[in-house]
Nanobody, 124 residues
């Protein structure tokens, strides 16, 4: 199993930007499809973005499409989530997730490894 550690969360005003990072270790990173999910107060964990294990194809939820960008660096065992034009509704704990040999996993039940999460707070 891969171990994941997120970083980069924080507080930002509406319209601001943040970049989240997720460092992976303990397994062959390039074999894993990688995703970002988030969980707001009193909400279930929801899909944000996913990048395929091979080929680099990316997927986004409708709520973040055009504002967020997921990317990966297999040489560094890292996955990133660049977030721009942040909205109040983006406030949540953001989790990095991994699942082997997946092009897409947008259901949290399909994720086999999770990080501990990083808080993103967007304020007016």
């Amino acid at each position: 199993q891969v171990q994941l550690v997120e970083s980069g969360g924080g507080s930002v005003q509406v319209g601001g930007s943040l970049r989240l990072s997720c460092a992976a270790s303990g397994s062959t990173f390039s074999n894993y499809g990688m995703g970002w999910f988030r969980q707001g107060p009193l909400k279930e964990r929801e899909f944000v973005a996913f990048i395929a294990w091979s080929g680099g194809k990316t997927f986004y939820s409708d709520s973040v499409k055009g504002r967020f960008t997921i990317s990966r660096d297999n040489a560094k065992n890292m996955v990133y989530l660049q977030m721009v034009s942040l909205k109040l509704g983006d406030t949540a704990v953001y989790y990095c997730g991994a699942v082997r040999f997946r092009i897409l996993a947008n259901d949290s039940r399909d994720i086999t490894s999770w990080g501990q999460g990083t808080q993103v707070t967007v304020s007016s």
